[in-house]
């Protein structure tokens, strides 16, 4: 029988890789998202959800699955950065989650087992100047990922991914041009930026069966920028 999942805000990036990748896989998905033509062109059902101010959700009776796409990207020097801005990072990226979950968690515990992916930064593992903000909003993810990690054991499995700059509409700005590209492949080992695509298929891992032995635990598709140096 396939899977039921439910995505948040997977309209561009890697939450649209993801999906491709899922429907793919014959995951059965529905959305919630601020847009819903690039999913309603998959075949997703898609009811509107905004990080900044959930909105009830309607969903099935079980559900195998929740991923949480919401993100933003705050840089500025520290001096520079607001209560507000500190305020906006963290309703997108971990109460927006809150309230997601809150509302699936009936649902995913109908379920024989489940399966929660959240989703942090490289910033959090690698200090990094400007970052203060998004990496704040993030680290909290993480730690909301641990503690529902053992709280929800063992029906229903929390990890998170990591990513480090990723080719997608959020980072478009800082991709704008090829010599940034090059400039940002660079600052990793592998010598490339990320690929939604490749997020996308470790999101499936975590959805699926295969991870059944994993729960609480950060996948860090970076380059190696969080763990390694080659010079």
């Not at 439910?6 to 529905?30: D, E, P, V």
């Not at 998004?134 to 730690?143: D, Q, T």
């Not at 499995?157 to 660079?186: F, H, M, Y």
């Amino acid at each position: 029988m396939s899977k039921t999942i439910l995505l948040i805000g997977a309209n561009s990036g890697i939450g649209l890789a993801t999906a491709r990748a899922l429907k793919t896989q014959g995951f059965q998905l529905i959305a919630a998202a601020r847009s819903a033509a690039a999913l309603e062109a998959l075949g997703i059902p898609v009811q509107p959800f905004n990080a900044l101010s959930p909105s009830p959700l309607v969903l099935p009776p079980v559900l195998d699955g929740i991923v949480y796409f919401p993100g933003s990207i705050t840089l500025k020097p520290f001096h520079r950065l607001t209560a507000e801005d500190f305020l906006h990072d963290y309703r997108v990226n971990c109460l927006g989650a809150v309230a997601a979950l809150q509302a699936a968690l009936p649902a995913l515990k109908a379920a024989a087992s489940a399966s929660v992916v959240l989703f942090s930064t490289v910033a959090v593992a690698q200090g990094m100047p400007f970052h203060a903000s998004i990496a704040a909003a993030k680290g909290a993810v993480e730690g909301l990922m641990l503690s529902l990690a053992a709280e929800l054991a063992p029906k229903i499995r929390v990890n998170a991914i990591a990513p480090s700059l990723t080719d997608t509409p959020l980072a478009g700005t800082l991709l704008s041009s090829d010599a940034k590209k090059e400039a940002s492949a660079k600052r990793h080992p592998l010598q490339q930026v990320g690929d939604p695509d490749d997020v996308a298929q470790l999101v499936a891992f975590l959805l699926s069966d295969a991870s059944k032995f994993m729960t609480g635990q950060i996948l860090r598709p970076d380059g190696g920028l969080s763990s390694i140096r080659t010079f």
